[in-house]
């Protein structure tokens, strides 16, 4: 194979991953439905977090960046369409543009054109949101999303994609942030120092310090110590080693994913972290093939007309196709797409592989490409609970009236009330 071959089968779709078709679409709904619930989110609560009257206002942030970097350069460092207003209407208006084209997104159609909507109106947020922004699960879905711009089929109503099947260089990309979630993870726990996991005392004390534990949470919390003892164990054993398994064969890969599944779901069921175990978990999805569903005789509607043009299409052979009497222009738009998706998804590579061994230290690598797409929030460097919580300590706020008899102001989804049970509201984020 040529350097000419090899560039087509690793970025060109036409060349792309046939087999991964029913992961791409449900990973794509999922994604829909995990977009959905961040804008959800924010509508009800983003004119008090950023508004003009709100806890830290984004004109006052955007003023500060203009002041700082100027007019041109501050749309770089801080990618916002606040830019073009800042006020509560604005706000509102993004969240719902994001929340309608999510919805669209989950339905399957126009999937390229609503993941760039959702994408831009999300960055939107996490770029003017200051502090409220800095959660891993932010940066988690603006890479999944950046990533999937490439990942996902044309067309308006695309169905499986049968035509374009994903290129291998994006289904990796989306892969290897699988495995850095995790594999970064464990490091840093490692890295950090933290005498908790040395002595695998970590999860002693973890249901009821995490946030917003749920009350499945207390029951882990009341479980004997050496069950904490092996759940800590059992976390760096897979976060460390286990992970590895994703460069492995096929019959390797799917017992992976069993495991990494069934590891999943009692952390989504004990604590609330939003919407990021949900997207760690449909990540792993793009692990398994089509082969894999293909047992469980799952059916995927298409429209007709989608069927009979897109057999029609497979039945041609590919590289004819390539070499017809294409017009010029058109000769032009793919060979301008395919080098700027192989120069993104290259950038994002040595970014997110530079960031992965700068926790080990500083090795001497070029900075710059690293530095230059920070903004975007997607290239990340990952690292979930490097050090445990010792204690939470809650802050209860009252008011009185009369100056003499106080009462404590209810927070909706803060385990506050001593005999109410938390609740799950992931991947709800209050």
Same mark, same amino acid.
């Given at each position: 194979?040529?350097?000419?071959?090899? %560039?087509?089968? /690793? &970025?060109?779709?036409?060349? @792309?991953?046939?087999?991964? $078709?029913?992961?791409?679409?449900?990973?794509? +709904? *999922?994604?829909?439905?995990?977009?959905?619930?961040?804008?959800?989110?924010?509508?009800?609560?983003?004119?008090?977090?950023?508004?003009?009257?709100?806890?830290?206002?984004?004109?006052?942030?955007?003023?500060?960046?203009?002041?700082?970097?100027?007019?041109?350069?501050?749309?770089?460092?801080?990618?916002?369409?606040?830019?073009?207003?800042?006020?509560?209407?604005?706000?509102?208006?993004?969240?719902?543009?994001?929340?309608?084209?999510?919805?669209?997104?989950?339905?399957?159609?126009?999937?390229?054109?609503?993941?760039?909507?959702?994408?831009?109106?999300?960055?939107?947020?996490?770029?003017?949101?200051?502090?409220?922004?800095?959660?891993?699960?932010?940066?988690?879905?603006?890479?999944?999303? %950046?990533?999937? /711009? &490439?990942?996902?089929?044309? @067309?308006?109503?695309?169905? $499986?994609?049968?035509?374009?099947?994903?290129? +291998? *260089?994006?289904?990796?990309?989306?892969?290897?942030?699988?495995?850095?979630?995790?594999?970064?993870?464990?490091?840093?726990?490692?890295?950090?120092?933290?005498?908790?996991?040395?002595?695998?005392?970590?999860?002693?004390?973890?249901?009821?310090?995490?946030?917003?534990?749920?009350?499945?949470?207390?029951?882990?919390?009341?479980?004997?110590?050496?069950?904490?003892?092996?759940?800590?164990?059992?976390?760096?054993?897979?976060?460390?080693?286990?992970?590895?398994?994703?460069?492995?064969?096929?019959?390797?890969?799917?017992?992976?994913?069993?495991?990494?599944?069934?590891?999943?779901?009692?952390?989504?069921?004990?604590?609330?972290?939003?919407?990021?175990?949900?997207?760690?978990?449909?990540?792993?999805?793009?692990? /398994?093939?089509?082969?894999?569903?293909?047992?469980?005789?799952?059916?995927?509607?298409?429209?007709?007309?989608?069927?009979?043009?897109?057999?029609?299409?497979?039945?041609?052979?590919?590289?004819?196709?390539?070499?017809?009497?294409?017009?010029?222009?058109?000769?032009?738009?793919?060979?301008?797409?395919?080098?700027?998706?192989?120069?993104?998804?290259?950038?994002?590579?040595?970014?997110?592989?530079?960031?992965?061994?700068?926790?080990?230290?500083?090795?001497?690598?070029?900075?710059?490409?690293?530095?230059?797409?920070?903004?975007?929030?997607?290239?990340?460097?990952?690292?979930?609970?490097?050090?445990?919580?010792?204690?939470?300590?809650?802050?209860?706020?009252?008011?009185?009236?009369?100056?003499?008899?106080?009462?404590?102001?209810?927070?909706?989804?803060?385990?506050?009330?001593?005999?109410?049970?938390?609740?799950?509201?992931?991947?709800?984020?209050?």
């Amino acid at each position: 194979m040529d350097w000419k071959h090899a %560039f087509r089968w /690793l &970025f060109d779709s036409q060349h @792309g991953a046939s087999d991964r $078709l029913i992961p791409r679409w449900l990973f794509l +709904r *999922a994604l829909g439905l995990i977009y959905f619930s961040a804008f959800f989110s924010l509508i009800f609560q983003i004119s008090g977090l950023i508004g003009p009257d709100g806890i830290l206002p984004a004109n006052a942030y955007l003023e500060a960046v203009t002041r700082a970097f100027g007019h041109v350069s501050r749309l770089w460092y801080a990618p916002s369409l606040f830019w073009i207003s800042s006020n509560s209407p604005m706000m509102l208006a993004v969240c719902w543009i994001g929340i309608i084209s999510s919805v669209v997104l989950i339905f399957n159609f126009w999937p390229r054109g609503t993941l760039v909507v959702c994408f831009l109106c999300f960055l939107t947020f996490v770029s003017a949101a200051q502090d409220f922004s800095s959660y891993q699960s932010d940066g988690m879905l603006l890479e999944a999303g %950046f990533i999937s /711009l &490439f990942f996902a089929p044309p @067309g308006f109503r695309p169905g $499986l994609g049968q035509t374009h099947p994903p290129s +291998r *260089a994006s289904l990796f990309l989306l892969i290897w942030e699988w495995f850095r979630i995790y594999f970064e993870s464990g490091v840093v726990k490692i890295v950090s120092g933290d005498p908790q996991w040395r002595h695998l005392t970590a999860m002693d004390e973890y249901y009821q310090n995490g946030p917003l534990p749920t009350w499945i949470g207390w029951y882990a919390q009341h479980l004997p110590h050496r069950f904490h003892v092996a759940t800590a164990f059992a976390t760096l054993s897979m976060e460390l080693g286990l992970v590895w398994i994703v460069f492995l064969p096929r019959p390797w890969r799917i017992s992976l994913f069993f495991v990494v599944t069934a590891w999943q779901i009692p952390v989504i069921l004990t604590a609330n972290y939003t919407f990021l175990n949900y997207l760690v978990l449909v990540l792993g999805v793009l692990i /398994l093939d089509d082969r894999f569903f293909s047992t469980f005789r799952l059916r995927f509607a298409v429209p007709p007309q989608a069927c009979h043009s897109e057999l029609v299409a497979a039945a041609q052979p590919r590289e004819p196709v390539e070499q017809s009497a294409v017009d010029a222009p058109k000769r032009l738009y793919r060979r301008t797409k395919l080098i700027a998706s192989t120069l993104l998804l290259t950038w994002i590579f040595y970014a997110t592989t530079a960031e992965l061994i700068w926790i080990f230290g500083r090795v001497p690598l070029p900075t710059s490409p690293v530095l230059a797409l920070e903004p975007f929030r997607i290239a990340n460097q990952y690292g979930l609970f490097a050090v445990m919580t010792r204690g939470r300590y809650e802050i209860e706020f009252q008011g009185s009236d009369d100056g003499q008899n106080w009462m404590a102001y209810r927070f909706r989804y803060k385990p506050q009330v001593l005999n109410q049970p938390p609740g799950i509201y992931a991947p709800y984020q209050p």
